[in-house]
């Protein structure tokens, strides 16, 4: 547990370091839809400028039974680009609604939201990414969590081959049983669709699409 | 030894910019019928599909190609079409990466 502090702090405090991009190009859509250990999540944003996308957010938290839907803000807030590297950070925030059909909660509306940060490194070859997210969703949900990723690709394609990445991601949510889950996954990424699949250590499959277009 | 460190520093400094002054070229020199551009955090896909997006919606570009293993786009422009220094800059930075170098051929 210590460990996995340090390489959470280090990572955040990289200088050079930023996740999944999500800003696209001028005028680009992106539809991301992913499922971890804890929710199945649905994004779908537009970029009118390389600096910030804004679009819908959909979440479904499968073990506390609630869901949020509402607006999400995403903000490159620095860009850091090499000729072998670039790295990013970004600013996430989103405002909405949250319904729970959990126990004494059930059919509870509540105003929520939440707020993070999220900062990725990457070369062709590595990959390191943080993310984390304070929520707020009044008595249904209230909450932070974070994630870190690293990844290796064993091969280097150019634009349109297929490219294959072998990555870890770190998940910590201070709330949960199961506080600290570690998924190793591959990741598959050819022109503008990007695959992740993995499962992670309390057998919860992660399944992520990414299309941008 | 801290004046000698700063006196490094400032010369490092000074150094690099007089070297990226240098890669400059000429404003809106053409000399052939493709634009070689190298550019900076040019690392995925999505980076490449980024500037082909761009540069093919320009009326005066024929086709757009991405060398990520060279951190290259080149762009063929029309046939006595010509596009600008500061557009190709501007167009690049607009979307979210910065140039190197140009290579006009000329």
């Known amino acids: 547990m210590r460990y996995i502090t340090i390489i959470l702090i280090a990572l955040t405090v990289m200088p050079d370091v930023a996740q999944a991009r999500p800003v696209s ?15 199945n999540n649905l994004h779908v944003h537009y970029s009118p ?17 609630w869901q949020f839907h509402g607006m999400q803000l995403n903000y490159l807030a620095k860009r850091i680009n090499k000729p072998k590297s670039q790295a990013n950070f970004y600013l996430k925030s989103a405002v909405g609604a949250a319904y729970s059909d959990y126990g004494q909660l059930n059919s509870e509306t509540e105003a929520a939201g939440f707020a993070g940060i999220a900062m990725d490194w990457e070369t062709r070859r ?30 280097i394609g150019d634009y349109g081959d297929l490219h294959t990445w072998l990555m870890l991601e770190v998940d910590h949510s201070p709330k949960r049983d199961d506080e600290v889950v570690y998924t190793p996954m591959v990741r598959f990424f050819k022109g503008v669709y990007l695959f992740e699949a993995g499962v992670s250590s309390n057998e919860d499959i992660l399944f992520n699409a990414i299309i941008r277009f | 030894m ?8 400032f010369l490092i400094f000074v150094t690099s910019n007089s070297a990226y002054s240098d890669e400059k070229v000429a404003e809106g020199a053409v000399c052939k019928d493709e ?3 190298s550019v900076n955090g040019l690392v995925c896909d999505f980076c490449a599909r980024a500037l082909e997006k761009t540069f093919g919606k320009k009326d005066e ?10 951190g290259q786009v080149v762009i063929a422009l029309k046939d006595g079409q010509t596009m600008e220094n500061s557009l190709i800059t501007k167009l690049i930075t607009d979307s979210g990466y910065n140039i190197s170098s140009f290579d006009k051929g000329c």
Request: hydrophobic share 35%; glycine share 8%; net charge negative.
């Open chain 2, 2 to 9: 801290k004046n000698l460190f700063i006196i490094f520093t």
């Open chain 2, 35 to 37: 634009v070689v551009v």
């Open chain 1, 25 to 39: 190009y001028p005028g680009g859509w992106t539809i991301m839809q992913t499922n971890d250990t804890n929710s």
């Open chain 1, 126 to 155: 590595y990959f390191t990414s943080y993310e984390n997210r304070l929520t707020y969703a009044g008595d249904i949900e209230k909450s932070f969590a974070q994630k870190a990723r690293v990844g290796i690709a064993p091969y």
């Open chain 1, 49 to 65: 400028t390389a600096k910030y996308s804004v679009g819908y957010k959909g979440e479904y938290h499968r073990d506390e039974q």
């Open chain 2, 61 to 70: 570009v024929s086709g757009v190609s991405v060398d990520l293993d060279n």
